[in-house]
């Protein structure tokens, strides 16, 4: 099959490349970095690499969360995915595979599975979050073959919790680190998974059924349990424990990917987090 990885460079496109290859797949990468720089923001661009690039199918690893600008990581979710979809119909393509995130679901008891609808909130910045996600599930569903995967939080090489990363930074105390997110170390539960992993499942979801898929690992786990595990594999100080819960912080169940043979590699963070590759 030949493939067209959108954000080929990013923390899991770079993992996903070699995956796609070594599956037997003809891999064209475009970004906005690289031998094939692309701005998804321009229509006309995304456009002329897509049909340039004639793929059977198309993988949607688009983000903009280097500078951890939570409105630049919207637009892309929202503009981006709508130049991308609109570029792959005029191209023929039926089939798109596009990143997600599993925090989106409405506020609960237990970790969401796919049939928890995404959050109705009205309150800023969480419905802006929200809004761009349920933009840009709904916007690739306008292709026949549409699957969507839900990851968990990403860690590994090239993310926010890598060694020497923004959480890092943020948990050492550094006043100017750039990080969308909590280090409080309370009950609100979180979902994480291994870029690698995250990449194994994009490439098997060439295959899946169209819908929804939660990409994390087995075990959701409030932040008073990971967040202590994380300080010491970065060797930054802890965050003393806390009370409370995000009502919306309640993980993920990964039933329905497992259900189709993804496993992660990486079934825990406790283990992850500590050999996190390079």
């Given at each position: 099959?030949?493939?067209?990885?959108?954000?080929?460079?990013g923390?899991?496109?770079?993992?996903l490349?070699?995956?796609?290859?070594?599956?037997?797949h003809?891999?064209?990468?475009?970004?906005?970095?690289?031998?094939?720089?692309?701005?998804?923001?321009?229509?006309?661009?995304?456009?002329?690499a897509?049909?340039?690039?004639?793929?059977?199918a198309?993988?949607?690893?688009?983000?903009?969360?280097?500078?951890?600008?939570?409105?630049?990581?919207?637009?892309?979710?929202?503009?981006?995915?709508?130049?991308?979809?609109?570029a792959?119909r005029?191209?023929?393509v039926?089939?798109i595979?596009?990143?997600?995130?599993s925090w989106?679901?409405?506020?609960?008891?237990g970790?969401?599975?796919?049939?928890?609808?995404?959050?109705?909130?009205?309150?800023?910045?969480?419905?802006r979050?929200?809004?761009?996600v349920?933009?840009?599930?709904?916007?690739?569903?306008?292709?026949?073959?549409?699957?969507v995967?839900?990851?968990?939080?990403?860690?590994?090489?090239?993310?926010?919790y890598?060694?020497?990363?923004?959480?890092?930074?943020?948990?050492?105390g550094?006043?100017?680190?750039?990080?969308?997110?909590?280090?409080?170390?309370?009950?609100?539960?979180?979902?994480f998974?291994?870029?690698?992993?995250?990449?194994?499942?994009?490439?098997?979801?060439?295959?899946?059924?169209?819908?929804?898929y939660?990409?994390?690992d087995?075990?959701?786990?409030?932040?008073h349990?990971w967040?202590?595990?994380l300080?010491?594999?970065?060797?930054v100080?802890?965050?003393?424990?806390t009370?409370?819960?995000?009502?919306?912080?309640?993980?993920?169940?990964?039933?329905?990917a497992?259900?189709?043979?993804?496993?992660?590699?990486?079934?825990?963070?406790?283990?992850?987090?500590?050999d996190?590759?390079?």
């Amino acid at each position: 099959m030949r493939v067209l990885v959108a954000g080929a460079t990013g923390a899991v496109g770079r993992q996903l490349v070699p995956r796609l290859e070594a599956a037997g797949h003809e891999v064209v990468g475009i970004s906005r970095r690289g031998p094939r720089p692309v701005d998804v923001l321009d229509a006309g661009a995304v456009e002329r690499a897509v049909a340039e690039a004639a793929p059977d199918a198309v993988v949607h690893q688009l983000t903009d969360l280097g500078g951890a600008d939570g409105a630049a990581n919207n637009r892309v979710r929202v503009e981006g995915t709508r130049h991308l979809v609109d570029a792959a119909r005029a191209a023929g393509v039926r089939r798109i595979v596009a990143q997600s995130i599993s925090w989106a679901y409405a506020p609960g008891d237990g970790p969401a599975d796919e049939s928890v609808p995404l959050d109705a909130t009205d309150e800023p910045p969480r419905a802006r979050i929200v809004a761009g996600v349920r933009a840009l599930e709904t916007t690739v569903a306008e292709l026949p073959e549409a699957v969507v995967l839900r990851y968990g939080i990403l860690y590994g090489p090239g993310t926010w919790y890598a060694p020497g990363g923004a959480v890092a930074a943020a948990l050492a105390g550094d006043a100017e680190a750039r990080f969308l997110g909590s280090t409080a170390a309370d009950a609100s539960v979180s979902s994480f998974v291994h870029v690698a992993d995250a990449a194994d499942a994009a490439v098997r979801a060439l295959a899946w059924p169209s819908g929804a898929y939660n990409v994390v690992d087995d075990e959701p786990a409030p932040a008073h349990a990971w967040l202590p595990h994380l300080a010491r594999a970065l060797g930054v100080p802890a965050p003393a424990r806390t009370e409370g819960r995000v009502p919306w912080a309640r993980g993920a169940l990964n039933a329905r990917a497992r259900g189709l043979g993804w496993a992660p590699a990486r079934p825990s963070w406790r283990t992850g987090f500590v050999d996190q590759g390079a």
